[in-house]
């Protein structure tokens, strides 16, 4: 008998976080999550200070073969003076019957915040890892990017979701940066320097200060009418003390004019090569030396946060800040890169990441539904 149940355990909570494991087991390209960042974000990240969540285990018997998370995000509702629920976490057996019983109960649950909308998959939102993989089931995700089996999109679309939106991510491969490329990231810095802009590596000895300045940037450089919302001071410092641990300051660049910074790029190793060899995302008692070991060998970054301020958006910022990062991941060595996420509809960006080499090869999406 099928049946799901609200997580109010440490013990279920553990079942939930491990469930993808059994689900994935057979999957090449599936990326364990490590155990302790998923219990944070689902328990003490930032954002349950603002938002709040309820996390679902579904059982055929006595078998766990599904999950999801129904979230009530405060802060995106305020900044888009909306009305919306959202799912996350969403994980399921290739069972109709299972999958609506979890988005069932996730509604149910939403329902009493009364909401008039649920859309996802957001892990928690659109801030952390976001959308449903529909295009590039043939490789790994990077990191800090999602991934699921083709089957979900069935599973969605039979519960009654649509399209909201697609998310883009783009890649290089050591060849595809050619002589074209150089030759319109040279004349782009040649115009920037007429205005004034230059491009500069971050400073990790005042990385407190320039976090703070790149928070306003990332903040102001949202698109309120795509429906997304900015991150709290604390949110961005506790995503920033995460990457700081992995950061390479050469792939970590911003745009200033005048002493102000009005873009950034970062990029950070794809360390989904390790992630994918530590079992069940645990740390102890080996992971945490292949995690170590591992790090000089990856091939790959991915430019994950790109941000510029309206009245900059049309000079070439975002081209020159894309192309510095891959022109640096070639000099490295590196055999591949990933920009994402960008918004199908950014035509700006997006026609900026083609003009220098990008292959749009996988899109994520979030759906919705009316309640």
């Known amino acids: 008998m099928k049946k799901i149940i609200p997580v109010s355990t440490k013990k279920e909570l553990a079942k939930f976080i491990d469930f993808p494991h059994d689900l994935y087991k057979d999957d090449p390209n599936y990326v364990p999550e490590l155990f302790i960042a998923q219990r944070d974000i689902l328990t003490t990240h930032p954002f349950h200070k603002h938002s709040s969540l309820q996390t679902f285990l579904a059982y055929d018997g006595d078998k766990i073969v599904g999950r999801i998370a129904a979230i009530f995000n405060t802060n995106h509702n305020k900044f888009n003076n909306s009305n919306d629920g959202f799912f996350g976490f969403f994980d399921c057996i290739n069972d109709q019957q299972v999958a609506d019983l979890l988005f069932a109960e996730a509604t149910k649950w939403l329902t009493e915040k009364k909401v008039s909308k649920i859309a996802g998959p957001v892990n928690p939102s659109t801030n952390e890892t976001c959308g449903l993989l529909v295009k590039g089931f043939d490789s790994s995700p990077m990191v800090m990017m999602t991934y699921n089996p ?75 009418n795509m429906g997304f919302f900015p991150m709290t001071n604390e949110e961005f410092d506790y995503t920033a003390k995460d990457l700081k641990m992995i950061l390479d300051p050469d792939f970590c660049l911003v745009a200033e004019q005048h002493g102000k910074i009005v873009g950034f790029g970062v990029a950070i190793p794809d360390i989904n090569q390790i992630l994918k060899k530590i079992s069940k995302g645990r740390l102890l008692p080996t992971g945490i030396f292949k995690l170590l070991l591992g790090k000089s060998k990856i091939k790959g970054i991915r430019i994950m946060l790109l941000g510029v301020i309206d009245g900059y958006r049309k000079m070439g910022i975002e081209a020159v800040l894309y192309g510095n990062i891959i022109k640096e991941y070639r000099r490295k060595g590196l055999e591949y890169a990933e920009a994402s996420w960008t918004l199908e509809n950014n035509h700006m960006v997006n026609r900026a990441i083609e003009a220098i080499g990008g292959n749009q090869y996988k899109t994520y999406r979030i759906y919705e539904k009316n309640i």
Do not use: C, H, M
Request: charged share 35%; hydrophobic share 35%.
């Open 150 to 224: 083709p089957y979900y999109i069935n599973l969605l679309e039979k519960a009654g979701f649509t399209k909201q939106v697609d998310l883009l991510a783009w890649s290089w491969d050591k060849y595809s940066y050619n002589d074209k490329s150089v030759q319109l990231l040279d004349k782009l810095q040649e115009r920037l320097k007429r205005s004034d802009v230059t491009i500069r590596k971050i400073n990790l000895k005042k990385f407190k200060e320039e976090a703070a300045a790149l928070r306003e940037v990332y903040n102001t450089a949202w698109d309120k």
